[in-house]
């Protein structure tokens, strides 16, 4: 059974920085391409970020971009999302999500649970 | 606003037949495959369709998907309250280099 967890979560001021984890199992990690989605509260859908199954290619959306960093751990079966310079307008739920095959970024097959990033002070 | 439009919302009453559109550009729905996702309420999004037409493993089929030119759409027959999400639409962006999602339709089953 896929299953993906995501952590980091929290409150952090203005300008802080975070990191977010995404422990995945139940399925080969390194074949598939990963991708984190968040949702400002009482909003949509926003695409933030995607990386391929070797971690080599990445793509993000232009609100994150110079500011977010995706990476992957295939060892730890991990996904990461480094937030910098946090504004309040990164203020959502982040959620993992795998991709359907290999490099698609929008076939997204299964989610985590989310996690909640607040900024503020 | 968001690249794909979508309209807020949508009702109709249960057992009948529902559409949500997605419209977009040749950058976007015109040049790829577009996916379709339910949000219940307080849960993770759910994929129901991709490659605009496929239904995910599990999905009814009273979920279908169609794409014309640069817009998709998600049709829902036999509507259950349990229907009662937002759902959204999402596809590549070749000229952004990174997914787009519609803003989202909300379905109400009066």
């Known amino acids: 059974e896929v299953q993906l967890l995501e952590s980091g979560g929290g409150l952090v001021q203005p300008g802080g920085s975070l990191r977010l984890s995404c422990a995945a199992t139940?399925?080969?990690?390194?074949?598939?391409?990963m991708i984190w989605v968040r949702q400002a509260p009482g909003k949509g859908l926003e695409w933030v970020s995607g990386?391929?199954?070797?971690?080599?290619?990445?793509y993000y959306a232009d609100s994150g971009k110079g500011r977010f960093i995706i990476s992957r751990d295939n060892s730890k079966n991990t996904l990461y999302l480094q937030i910098n310079s946090l504004r309040a307008e990164d203020t959502a739920i982040y959620y993992c999500a795998k991709d359907r095959y290999s490099g698609s970024y929008y076939r997204l097959d299964f989610w985590g649970q989310g996690t909640l990033v607040t900024v503020s002070s | 606003q968001s690249v794909l439009t979508q309209p807020p919302s949508v009702s109709a009453a249960p057992g009948q037949k529902v559409t949500i559109s997605c419209s977009g550009s040749s950058s976007n729905i015109g040049n790829s495959y577009v996916s379709w996702y339910q949000q219940l309420p307080g849960t993770a999004p759910k994929l129901l369709i991709y490659d605009n037409n496929n239904r995910l493993s599990g999905i009814p089929d009273r979920f279908s998907g169609s794409k014309s030119g640069t817009s998709a759409t998600l049709g829902i027959t036999g509507l259950q309250t349990g229907d009662e999400a937002d759902y959204y639409c999402g596809t590549w962006d070749s000229s952004l280099s990174s997914v787009v999602f519609g803003g989202g339709t909300k379905l109400t089953v009066l």
């Open positions: 990386i391929d199954g070797s971690g080599g290619r990445t």
């Open positions: 139940g399925f080969t990690f390194s074949s598939y391409a």
